[in-house]
């Protein structure tokens, strides 16, 4: 009985401080989404008070190549408070047709990405995924390909959108990166 009863305070406890989470939560996080590897939910406010980037992603584009510079930036800045979250779309020229173990095969054993990424999602149009609906909103602008990028301030606020010719070796790219986390 004893035990029963400490279960269900400690239930109550991550309730009570997954909802403190959720309110310090800037309304741009509060998504969760089925991890690439092995589907499991994740929830977006886990980056709260990061710099995020989040891009579209796809395997069989010009701009692939681009996972190498993102984990690149993405293991250099990470102890500074940049996570870069990979959303993987077949909605430009049909670039990303597998499923996500093949996606996640594919970016670990090519690229090492290490980076957070999420299952195959829409990222444009009347499917479009909740974050990226705001992110659009947000910006005033809409992924015009694969491997287009967003970057989110500290608090939440879409600081800029990055087209996917800006590669991740980018020095102005870098400099906003830079200045985001240094705030």
């Known amino acids: 009985m004893q035990d029963i009863l400490v279960s269900q305070r400690m239930i109550g406890i991550q309730k009570f ?4 989470s ?3 939560c800037p309304e741009i996080l509060k998504h969760s989404f ?3 590897q092995d589907e499991a939910p ?6 709260s008070g990061k710099v995020v980037l989040v891009v579209n992603t796809a395997s069989y584009c010009g701009f692939t190549s681009q996972y ?8 250099k800045y990470q102890g500074k ?3 870069v979250l990979g959303f993987p779309s077949n909605d430009f020229g049909k670039q990303e047709p597998g499923n996500d173990k093949q996606i996640a095969d594919f970016c670990f054993n090519t690229y090492g990405v290490k980076f957070p990424m999420f ?13 990226y609906a705001q992110l659009i909103k947000a910006s005033g602008t809409t992924p015009k390909w694969n491997f287009y990028k967003y970057l989110i ?4 606020k879409v600081v800029e959108s990055y087209s996917s010719v800006t590669t991740p070796e980018d020095k102005g790219f870098v400099a906003d990166i830079e200045k985001a986390l240094a705030k």
Request: proline share 2%.
């Open 17 to 20: 401080s997954l909802a403190i």
């Open 22 to 24: 959720t309110l310090d």
């Open 34 to 36: 089925n991890r690439l």
């Open 42 to 47: 994740q929830d977006l406010c886990q980056y």
């Open 68 to 75: 190498e510079g993102l984990e690149k930036i993405y293991a």
């Open 81 to 83: 408070g940049l996570v």
């Open 119 to 131: 299952s195959k999602s829409s990222v444009k149009g009347k499917d479009v995924n909740p974050l």
């Open 153 to 156: 301030d500290r608090n939440g």
